[in-house]
């Protein structure tokens, strides 16, 4: 048995996991293509005669739009990224955005919800997901998860629904579709909007289907972590023209209301924000479109071969993935009554051997001291305390306690398994976790000061 780093031993890994993003030829010819033409962005905002057709084209048709200067719905490479987008994944409309935290928003926003309306979602993910519901003063509501696949358990959501409930805020977290059947009904009997949060699900499919495409509105992120990206940005996809004219206006000032003739429903909430992609950063987008299916594949081959090498470990459950999921990170569950041994011992001393696990989120959404107070707009607990709410909703440790529980005791995630990362680098993670294991007698005897939180 060899000696743990932790203890002084050699380190299964000394050399880093690979962060960087696999560029090729193409981003280098896109992003060289807007240099030479100068044309950083060609974003309009104020109205133009064809604002109206503008607003309704389909991003296939926005593509070979003609115009001179500029357009209301952004330059060549904008377009073309959303046409490639729209394509890719069967719908009319793709938007460009510059993240999905402001994809998330405009989409809320396009739908109609605003102060006095609940959105239901999930407790455990990025706090973006929670505070896009914030911006146009509609109050999340959260539920607990499916242990099976860590998104919205739909019993949780039957449960929380009010007369307030206006849309169903769904995250198909770590690459796992949420059970999108259940959930649909769910919204058709109670007349609910549903908007898929797949920042971390770009290329899933739920029962042949993309995630995204299923619900009324799909956001995409192209931050750097996730399965293309451009460092920044993000996209909408929907398929119902008038949803797409509101997310057109919402991200482009809102301006350009054609005329005060609208009804009010359509006027709803155009406050009118920039989230506006750059042409160098669409630059980027179409390149890394064109190999998302490979970055994929490289993710799923990468977790598929740690499933198989670490099924028989005693002491951690490997994820069990349905046909169609694309894995966003490898989430083990740990169970420290088969070991005897604190999870946080177990994250320290893989992490001297050289792999950066963590333990998932640093708390659920609800325990982020803006909700457990209330305080978001200012100090007097808006938009909870506004006259259209008229309820009394109170976030507290306990709301959620399956999340509680993965979160608190049992997560162990390692992240890279993207490109160009490959199944060398995971034979190392596999070597990490048998030697840890293989101490596991040692390490229940040793004390060690093990931090907290996660580690890339
Ligand atoms: C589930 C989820 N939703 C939303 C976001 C926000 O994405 P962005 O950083 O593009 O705003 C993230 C980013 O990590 C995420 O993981």
């Given at each position: 048995m060899?000696?743990l780093?932790i203890f002084?031993?050699?380190?299964?890994?000394?050399?880093?996991?690979?962060?960087?993003?696999?560029?090729?030829?193409?981003?280098?010819?896109?992003?060289?293509?807007?240099?030479?033409?100068?044309?950083?962005?060609?974003?309009?905002?104020?109205?133009?005669?064809?604002?109206?057709?503008?607003?309704?084209?389909?991003?296939?048709?926005?593509?070979?739009?003609?115009?001179?200067?500029?357009?209301?719905?952004?330059?060549?490479?904008?377009?073309?990224?959303?046409?490639?987008?729209?394509?890719?994944?069967?719908?009319?409309?793709?938007?460009?955005?510059?993240?999905?935290?402001?994809?998330?928003?405009?989409?809320?926003?396009?739908?109609?919800?605003?102060?006095?309306?609940?959105?239901?979602?999930?407790?455990?993910?990025?706090?973006?997901?929670?505070?896009?519901?914030?911006?146009?003063?509609?109050?999340?509501?959260?539920?607990?998860?499916?242990?099976?696949?860590?998104?919205?358990?739909?019993?949780?959501?039957?449960?929380?629904?009010?007369?307030?409930?206006?849309?169903?805020?769904?995250?198909?977290?770590?690459?796992?579709?949420?059970?999108?059947?259940?959930?649909?009904?769910?919204?058709?009997?109670?007349?609910?909007?549903?908007?898929?949060?797949?920042?971390?699900?770009?290329?899933?499919?739920?029962?042949?289907?993309?995630?995204?495409?299923?619900?009324?509105?799909?956001?995409?992120?192209?931050?750097?972590?996730?399965?293309?990206?451009?460092?920044?940005?993000?996209?909408?996809?929907?398929?119902?023209?008038?949803?797409?004219?509101?997310?057109?206006?919402?991200?482009?000032?809102?301006?350009?209301?054609?005329?005060?003739?609208?009804?009010?429903?359509?006027?709803?909430?155009?406050?009118?924000?920039?989230?506006?992609?750059?042409?160098?950063?669409?630059?980027?987008?179409?390149?890394?479109?064109?190999?998302?299916?490979?970055?994929?594949?490289?993710?799923?081959?990468?977790?598929?071969?740690?499933?198989?090498k670490l099924k028989n470990l005693s002491g951690v459950s490997v994820?069990?993935?349905?046909?169609?999921?694309?894995?966003?990170?490898?989430p083990l569950l740990y169970d420290n009554r088969v070991t005897g041994v604190g999870r946080q011992k177990i994250l320290a001393a893989l992490r001297a051997e050289?792999i950066?696990v963590?333990s998932?989120?640093?708390?659920?959404?609800?325990?982020?001291?803006?909700?457990?107070?209330?305080?978001?707009?200012?100090?007097?607990?808006?938009?909870?305390?506004?006259?259209?709410?008229?309820?009394?909703?109170?976030?507290?440790?306990?709301?959620?306690?399956?999340?509680?529980n993965i979160?608190r005791e049992k997560f162990i995630w390692f992240?890279?398994?993207?490109?160009?990362?490959?199944?060398?680098?995971?034979?190392?993670v596999v070597s990490a976790f048998e030697k840890v294991f293989e101490n596991i007698e040692f390490l229940r005897r040793s004390a060690i000061?093990a931090?907290?939180?996660?580690?890339?």
């Open positions: 060899s000696k780093a002084g031993g050699v380190p299964v890994r000394e050399e880093p996991f690979k962060t960087s993003v696999v560029v090729d030829e193409r981003e280098w010819e896109y992003v060289k293509q807007i240099l030479e033409k100068r044309e950083f962005s060609r974003f309009m905002g104020s109205p133009s005669k064809d604002i109206e057709k503008q607003l309704t084209m389909s991003s296939v048709e926005a593509e070979s739009y003609e115009s001179q200067y500029f357009t209301f719905l952004g330059g060549k490479m904008v377009r073309r990224f959303e046409a490639e987008f729209a394509k890719k994944f069967g719908v009319p409309y793709a938007i460009s955005v510059n993240s999905a935290t402001s994809g998330l928003s405009a989409a809320l926003g396009s739908a109609g919800i605003g102060p006095g309306d609940e959105v239901i979602t999930t407790c455990m993910s990025f706090n973006a997901t929670a505070t896009s519901i914030l911006l146009f003063n509609s109050i999340p509501v959260f539920v607990d998860v499916d242990c099976k696949n860590y998104c919205l358990d739909p019993n949780e959501i039957e449960k929380a629904i009010t007369p307030k409930t206006k849309a169903i805020l769904v995250v198909h977290l770590l690459g796992n579709a949420a059970d999108m059947d259940a959930i649909m009904k769910i919204a058709k009997r109670h007349n609910l909007i549903i908007i898929e949060d797949c920042a971390q699900s770009p290329g899933t499919k739920y029962k042949g289907n993309y995630v995204g495409t299923i619900g009324d509105i799909g956001v995409f992120s192209f931050q750097e972590t996730k399965n293309m990206t451009t460092g920044e940005g993000g996209m909408v996809i929907t398929k119902n023209p008038l949803l797409a004219k509101k997310i057109r206006l919402i991200r482009n000032h809102g301006e350009s209301i054609p005329d005060s003739s609208w009804d009010e429903d359509s006027l709803v909430n155009i406050v009118g924000m920039n989230f506006r992609m750059t042409e160098l950063t669409a630059a980027l987008g179409v390149a890394q479109l064109a190999k998302l299916d490979e970055n994929n594949r490289v993710r799923t081959e990468n977790t598929l071969f740690l499933v198989d994820p069990v993935y349905k046909s169609g999921v694309v894995p966003h990170v490898f050289g950066p963590g998932g989120y640093l708390r659920l959404m609800y325990e982020n001291p803006l909700f457990l107070k209330k305080i978001a707009y200012g100090r007097e607990q808006c938009p909870w305390s506004c006259h259209l709410y008229n309820y009394k909703r109170e976030y507290k440790s306990g709301d959620c306690p399956i999340a509680e979160l992240y890279h398994i993207n490109r160009p990362n490959g199944i060398d680098e995971m034979k190392d000061v931090e907290v939180g996660y580690k890339w």
